[in-house]
């Protein structure tokens, strides 16, 4: 059974840092793309960061410049949230995502963690 979980939220001043570590148990295949997502109160989860590679990562354009995702040796994944924002807060969400090339194996479609929790304010 894979499980992801999050952790490295708090509560942070505007202008702060946070870094978020995406841990996962079980063995997640190689093949799926990881991803960030972020739920604020009264809206929709939206994307956040998205590794589709060692070289390429897409960002929502709201935190470009301001927000780094990768993954470790460990192939754990982590966010480094900078110059935060109070429109920042929300819970922050670890995604792996089968690519559509794959469907035919019949495995998950998405794994995802429970969720961190990132405040922004003063």
């Known amino acids: 059974q894979v499980q992801l979980v999050e952790s490295g939220g708090g509560l942070v001043e505007p202008g702060g840092s946070l870094r978020l570590s995406c841990v996962g148990s079980g063995k997640v295949p190689n093949f799926y793309t990881v991803g960030w997502y972020r739920q604020a109160p009264g809206k929709q989860r939206e994307l956040v960061a998205n590794?589709?590679?060692?070289?390429?990562t897409k960002y929502a354009e709201s935190v470009k410049g301001r927000f780094t995702a990768g993954t470790d040796n460990a192939m754990n994944a982590y966010l480094q949230l900078t110059k935060l924002k109070p429109e920042d807060t929300g819970v922050y969400y670890c995604?792996?995502?089968?690519?559509?090339?794959?469907?035919?194996?019949?495995?998950?479609?998405?794994?995802w963690g429970p969720g961190t929790q990132v405040t922004v304010s003063s």
């Open positions: 995604n792996a995502q089968l690519p559509s090339r794959f469907a035919a194996l019949n495995l998950p479609a998405n794994y």
């Open positions: 590794i589709i590679d060692d070289f390429a």
